[in-house]
């Protein structure tokens, strides 16, 4: 990890300001390495959509300058002198409501916890550091700017700038906008034995919406794909038995599926089924990521919808790429059941959006009701 606090200015550096007219999405970015936010900025303007008009060393400094520095998203560095992240997270958003913080720390538990606590404080997003350094981490530079965008068309002010494609190192760079009329598919619901959720951007917000949501009696074990890197998952996990009543952890090769538990794919791992004697075991796999993603949605649905068939439910909720796709068309032939989160509420519709216009949903449903038609679906009741 680059470290040159020693030399990280005390004043802000920033661009020129853009014209009221100017059309890029407006980033602020904040970190005490000079050299990070070089690299950092350098990345997002290589975007021609993007425009970095601030450069702030601390918290202390970016929240100064925000009042008179409209943005449509901040790159918020978790560990700084005088202001650190956290610390000024609550103050950012307080000047700006509708702006979106992305958290960008080095991939350590402590602030692998930090990141999904700011989530919950009103953060957008995180992204950890790569261990070598930015320099090389063409994989950091490309989500960054995909996360950068999806976010900004978000904001109040950037849903008012020209529309622009969102890259994804899942898929290549394409418009959200749904190519094709959704068609749902009209097919009897089972009750499930299994329910099967597949997230990434946005995913961990719409998660701990959507477990919140279940309500009592529902014993089915829940498996989860999203896409996380190691160190995160396990502690997503760990939040999510605190929020959801029911208990949570990332899933362990071996193991029996049981009944009333969270199963969570940990970073850096697929995690599949296959019968056993006993019952249904998890299998953790590195095999070559697919979708550029490990842990990978459409591996954990097939191995599903072999065993379960029509008695799995299958959701697909915000992120980007199109992870989820073929595997829910592996489970939907098998007769599974599956809904995805609608355009509106996810933060980026690339894989709802993918399940939804392959016309293969049996329902499209804003994030607030998934919860509930989950919960109806797993008593038995009508969708």
Known sequence: MIDDRAKAPAATERTPAPSAADDHYRVMVVDDSSVVRGIITKSLEADPAIRVVASCPNGAVAVRMLPSTPVDVIVLDIEMPEMDGMTALPRLLEISPGVKIIMVSSLTRRNAEISLRALSLGAADYLPKPATGLGSADQFRLELVTKVKAYAARAPRGRQVRPTTVP??????????????????????????VIAIGSSTGGPQALAEVLKSIGPGVTQPIVITQHMPPTFTAILAE???????????????GELLQPGRIYVAPGGFHMVMEPGASG??????????????????????????????QKLLVVILTGMGYDGLKGAKVAVEAGAALIAQDQA????????????????CNAVLPLSEIGKAIGRIARGEAL
């Open 168 to 193: 994804s190192a899942a898929q290549p760079a394409r418009t959200q906008a749904p190519a094709r009329p959704v068609v749902l598919r009209k097919a009897a619901i089972d009750r499930p034995s």
């Open 239 to 253: 939040h999510m038995t605190r929020y959801a009543g029911r208990n949570a952890a990332e899933a362990v090769d």
């Open 280 to 309: 249904t075991v998890v299998r953790l796999s590195d095999a070559p990521p697919e979708n550029s993603c490990r842990p990978a949605v459409d591996p954990m649905l097939r191995s599903l919808s072999a065993i379960y068939r």
């Open 345 to 360: 509420s996810s933060v980026v519709w690339g894989m709802p959006g993918a399940v939804a216009q392959a016309g293969i």
